[in-house]
């Protein structure tokens, strides 16, 4: 509502165009549709505390205001980066008086993942006993930052993304406020989409900006860059984000499917990830999911992380995408990690066995009387350069750890154990 010394063109645009209702809001049909959790909710005239998890500008808070108006509860809006204890406690305390009145009230937390351990469990009596129905927003995930107790009394809700649809719906609603339409051919118009990253508000804010030039002439994407200030992509280097992206490059790469990785690795670049990180999850995969299969694999990765410090960036970062381009199309295996686990589960089950005598080293008169060595044959001096002998613990039965597939250099592997096999079966 505008003052007697505002009109409402002096507003911002995100504020003249805040949704008055929830079917207004765009991209979170998942959620308030009439079958989805929230809207179920309405229509049962009963709201449950939620926690409404997605990225900034995805109508948290504005969702959270239109939920008190629509089920006539009072809305106090608290910012977990600025309160502390007293704030709450007035909260609480207004709210219980509200509540002996006949009056609820839908407390909404912002950054609630700011507030430490002990803050979150004091919603917990509160929340129970019905003093306060809470709506927490966060950007981070609720499970990692959240209590497990405040959690199992609340609800997740998952935002999404404006997606191209949501976003489109909001340049129309802008163009219609604005009364003309702004000066962008179709690929500007495209290009101002992408340039949002799903923020509702960033992209309100940025047609804004745009709303402030002539009609004429339309800007294409060059002149739409030089015209806005692109800003940095949500990215935290600590944070789910880090996370999820360094899974996706490491999942393209395991599917062989080269580009996308390229794509994940740009990504975690332009958010200013280290490049040192990547190399190192690079060797990392180059022997879990490649290892024997291309031996070259963990000498490409090493090499790349030294051209890398040697040159630093930005051009040392063409020897990780050189390394990327390598590792996604290189042949695939686990069975060297898979090996190793098996042998550690079995050492670990087997317990403190001894070697077998004939492999163990006799120093001393007394180790050879004892029949430390005895029996042991040397390798080299047999015809096949191979004795057969047991190497296992007596009393444990041989077993197979590591089983190479039949792809890359592996299948050259299989065949020498193989071959190992047949001679160990006929010498024993």
Known sequence: MSTLFETDEDRPLADRLRPASLDEV?????????????GRMLAAGKLASIILWGPPGCGKTTIARLLAERTALEFEPLSAVFSGVADLRKVFDAAAKRRDMGK?????????????RAQQDGFLPYVENGTVVLVGATTENPSFELNGALLSRTQVMVLHRLDDAALETLIGRAEAVLGR?????????????????????????????????????KLDAAGLAEAVQRRAPAYDKDREGHFNLISALHKSLRGSDTDAALYWMA??????????????????????????????????ALAAWDVFERLGSPEGELAIAQL?????????????YKALGAAKRAAKSTGSLMPPMH?????????????????YQYDHDTAEGFSGQNYFPDGMERQVFYNPPERGFEREIRKRLDYWARLRQKKT
């Open 26 to 38: 765009v991209g979170q049909d998942h959620l308030l549709g009439p079958t989805a959790p929230l």
């Open 104 to 116: 609820g009230t839908l407390l909404f937390v912002d950054e609630i993942h700011r507030f430490n």
């Open 181 to 217: 339409p702004l000066p962008l051919d179709d690929d500007a118009r495209a290009a101002l989409k992408a340039m949002a990253d799903g923020d509702g508000r960033y992209f309100l804010n940025l047609i804004e900006a745009l709303a402030t030039l002539p009609p004429e002439p």
């Open 267 to 300: 990504r975690m670049l332009d958010g200013g990830e280290d490049p040192l990180y990547l190399c190192r999850r690079l060797a990392r995969f180059a022997v879990e999911d490649i290892g024997l299969a291309d031996p070259n694999a963990v000498v490409q």
């Open 324 to 336: 990327v381009i390598y590792l996604g199309t290189a042949p695939k295996s686990n069975a060297a």
């Open 359 to 375: 492999i163990l080293n006799a120093p001393t008169r007394m180790m050879k009387d004892l029949g430390y060595a005895k029996g």
